[in-house]
T-cell receptor
Framework: ETGVTQTPRHLVMGMTNKKSLKCEQH?????MYWYKQSAKKPLELMFV???????ENNSVPSRFSPECPNSSHLFLHLHTLQPEDSALYLC?????????????FGEGSRLTVL | TQLLEQSPQFLSIQEGENLTVYCNSS?????LQWYRQEPGEGPVLLVT?????EVKKLKRLTFQFGDARKDSSLHITAAQTGDTGLYLC?????????FGGGTRLMVKP
């Protein structure tokens, strides 16, 4: 069983669709993250849930909505996306309090918006 | 915003060659990590360096943290095709983790 599991691995959606990305971690960590990875750009932090408290990046458009029902599960709800939102969305987890910020990533969900 | 610049952005070499990639910043980091990301996968942590001047070795990979904790290097000896991937450095500053843009390495047989 892998540490961090993401589903689906690939998603194609139209701009009017509503879809969700799912992430599950089996490492007993207490922090979970959504990152966006686009071509030719550094990894962009979108959202953090730390000790079940949400820390938000204010530059993320409202068409992305995270949900963290418990410390093991994280969702990213997608609504009326734009073609420029096409990217690899990576989920990660970590154990807060280590002061090193070491992240354990899932394999990513490749999103294409038509 | 703490920025990490990685160089080179792209590197294509033959199997058996040595290479060094760099991660530089104007900021002092409390720790720095190196990740490798293979095509179709998420990044995987290779190493964390914490102390200025620290050197860590992982088989054919040698990681060094600069004395001032503003830069780091990754040296690969006798590269193999399995080393192909995107190498990312990430620096910790307070509670923030900042990623560099990555070095995409291609090792040809």
């Amino acid at each position: 069983e892998t540490g961090v599991t993401q589903t689906p691995r690939h998603l194609v959606m139209g701009m009017t669709n509503k879809k969700s990305l799912k992430c599950e971690q089996h490492l007993g960590h207490n922090a979970m993250y959504w990152y966006k990875q686009s071509a030719k750009k550094p990894l962009e932090l979108m959202f953090v849930y730390s000790l079940e408290e949400r820390v938000e990046n204010n530059s993320v458009p409202s068409r992305f909505s995270p949900e963290c029902p418990n410390s093991s599960h994280l969702f990213l709800h997608l609504h009326t996306l734009q073609p420029e939102d096409s990217a690899l969305y990576l989920c990660a987890s970590s154990q807060e309090g280590t002061n090193t910020g070491e992240l354990f990533f899932g394999e990513g969900s490749r999103l294409t918006v038509l | 915003t703490q920025l990490l610049e990685q160089s080179p952005q792209f590197l294509s070499i033959q199997e058996g060659e040595n290479l060094t990639v760099y991660c530089n910043s104007s900021s002092v980091f409390s720790s720095l990590q190196w990740y490798r990301q293979e095509p179709g996968e998420g990044p995987v942590l290779l190493v964390t360096v914490v102390t200025g001047g620290e050197v860590k070795k992982l088989k054919r990979l040698t990681f060094q943290f600069g004395d001032a904790r503003k830069d780091s290097s990754l040296h690969i000896t006798a590269a193999q095709t399995g080393d192909t991937g995107l190498y990312l450095c990430a620096g910790t500053w307070g509670n923030m983790l900042t990623f560099g843009g990555g070095t995409r390495l291609m090792v040809k047989p």
